[in-house]
């Protein structure tokens, strides 16, 4: 198991983002992130519907999900989601050229400068504010600490206090 959500994450290119729509409905898409610190990114464009969504709505989950042609168990993947808060980052601002450098170290040069050229991409900043990590049966946590990226044991919810209970009929 990991150490942290840090250590799980060293390999993901992307994270599942569920945003709410105009009517209130769920929204599942997926993007190419980084993570500067304990806020994480993506460079998404004007013309996805996650950029208006949160545009309207600055809420969304990030959803990180091991591999199902890699995973030793279907019923068990290995997974960590995050509750966060959202903002823009302005257009040709300091800060935006950081990120971009940042996301080119990940993704390289071409891809970031190209995205950049078309000019309706922007990069959205999200702070974890709630999460949770499943990393197999009866291993269920809370994610704590200052970027949410400890696994904090939970009191499991059943009469016995430990692992899964049995369904009651």
Not at 13 to 33: H, Q, R, W
Not at 154 to 168: F, P
Request: glycine share 6%.
């Amino acid at each position: 198991m990991a150490k942290d959500l840090n250590e799980f994450l060293e390999d993901f290119k992307s994270v599942n983002i569920s945003t709410l729509d105009e009517k209130g409905n769920p929204f599942s898409s997926y993007a190419p992130f980084i993570k500067v610190e304990d806020k994480y990114y993506v460079y998404i464009s004007q013309m996805a519907k996650h950029t208006s969504n949160l545009q309207r709505k600055d809420i969304c989950s990030l959803f990180f999900i091991e591999d199902e042609a890699t995973c030793s168990n279907i019923f068990a993947r290995k997974r960590a989601m995050l509750q966060c808060s959202s903002i823009i980052i302005k257009q040709d601002s300091q800060e935006e050229t950081e990120k971009l450098s940042n996301f080119k170290i990940k993704f390289g040069d071409k891809m970031i400068d190209m995205l950049k050229s078309m000019q309706d991409f922007y990069i959205f900043e999200f702070t974890p504010f709630y999460g949770e990590a499943v990393f197999g049966f009866g291993k269920a946590y809370n994610l704590g600490g200052k970027d949410f990226s400890e696994f904090v044991e939970r009191e499991s919810t059943n009469s016995g206090g430990h692992g899964h209970g049995h369904i009651k009929k």
